[in-house]
């Protein structure tokens, strides 16, 4: 067998990877079990590091206070995209004489594509990326290591936490992501481009669906859930020095990444893959 491996190393690389592969996946399925079951434990026993992790994902700390944290981030994409799509949408509406619709393209896109994707990009790339950082130098710092000597179980303490201060932030977070994307889509139509505020309020509280909105949080929720047990789980097992916690927040961050494009993949063909929930009219 090692004479075989001396001299054919390529082939045996390639005969090992889809084992390889199976492994990997299986590890992440018993660090996500575990993850949510020791949560409530976590949260429970360690209240004090749940409540500072949630300032910490709301506004960030240290210096990034101000400018860096997950609300700012948020905030900021989220008044881009909605200004976006109002631009685009009236711009292209108006190319077929119906305008007047932008209001719509603002109920039905904001709520059902654009806030849920872009909350989730800019989770992952402040609060999920941080978490895979600090779990990541603690691990390569055996301070993991000491919290077992200490007789404290690191995955309630490290994950637990954060995936339960991750599911108690996230409702204000992307609720104050979707008030950003309507403002911004109104202020651009209404106040840039010119329309009638009583023609975009009538379209956009005509198309506005109140089921879609409760989709749409449930959406971010599963898109932070996943979030936050992909990062947790690549910093927990970081490893390599310094060069391994940049590699495994790179993996992190490209991982989540697919994550929440693949929630939002399947929760759409969930909710409106065989009924649309959408009639166009009134």
Same mark, same amino acid.
């Given at each position: ?10 082939? #045996? +690389? =390639? ?7 199976? %492994? ?15 949560? !409530? ?10 409540? =500072?992790?949630?300032?910490? #994902?709301?506004? %960030? ?9 997950? &609300? ?18 009236? *711009?292209?509406?108006?190319? $077929? ?5 932008? @209001?719509?393209? /603002?109920?039905?896109?904001?709520? +059902?594509? *654009? ?5 989730? #990009? ?17 691990? $390569? ?14 995955? !309630?303490?490290? &994950?637990?936490?954060?995936? &339960?201060?991750?599911? $108690?932030?996230?409702? !204000? ?7 950003? /994307? ?27 669906? !109140? ?23 690549? @910093?927990?097992?970081?490893? %390599? ?5 940049? #590699? ?5 961050? =490209? ?6 494009? /693949? ?17 166009? /009219?009134?």
């Amino acid at each position: 067998m090692v004479t075989l491996i001396a001299r054919y190393p390529k082939t #045996i +690389r =390639r005969i090992r990877r889809p084992y390889q592969a199976l %492994g990997r996946i299986g590890d992440h399925a018993v660090f996500y079990v575990k993850a949510l079951v020791y949560a !409530p434990f976590g949260a429970w026993h360690y209240r004090r590091e749940t409540v =500072r992790l949630i300032a910490e #994902i709301s506004m %960030g700390s240290g210096a990034l206070a101000v400018f860096g944290g997950t &609300v700012v981030i948020v905030g900021f994409l989220t008044l881009a995209t909605g200004g976006t799509l109002a631009v685009q949408g009236y *711009s292209s509406l108006g190319n $077929i004489g119906i305008e007047a619709l932008t @209001g719509f393209l /603002s109920a039905f896109i904001n709520v +059902r594509i *654009s806030a849920p994707v872009v909350a989730g #990009i800019g989770l992952a790339a402040t609060f999920g990326a941080g978490a895979t950082a600090q779990l990541g130098a603690m691990r $390569i710092n055996e301070e993991i290591d000491a919290l077992e000597s200490l007789a404290i179980e690191p995955i !309630p303490y490290l &994950v637990g936490t954060r995936i &339960v201060a991750g599911m $108690i932030a996230i409702v !204000p977070l992307y609720a104050l992501a979707v008030i950003a /994307s309507f403002i911004a889509s109104r202020v651009t139509t209404v106040v840039l481009l010119g329309q009638s505020a009583g023609l975009y309020d009538h379209y956009f509280g005509t198309f506005l669906n !109140p089921i879609d909105l409760v989709w749409s949080f449930l959406q971010a929720i599963l898109m932070a859930l996943t979030i936050l047990l992909i990062h947790t789980y690549f @910093g927990y097992f970081a490893s %390599g020095g310094p060069s391994g916690v940049g #590699i495994a927040v790179g993996n992190a961050v =490209r991982t989540s990444l697919i994550g929440v494009v /693949s929630v939002t993949l399947l929760v759409s063909l969930a909710v409106y893959g065989a009924n649309g929930n959408f009639d166009l /009219s009134g």
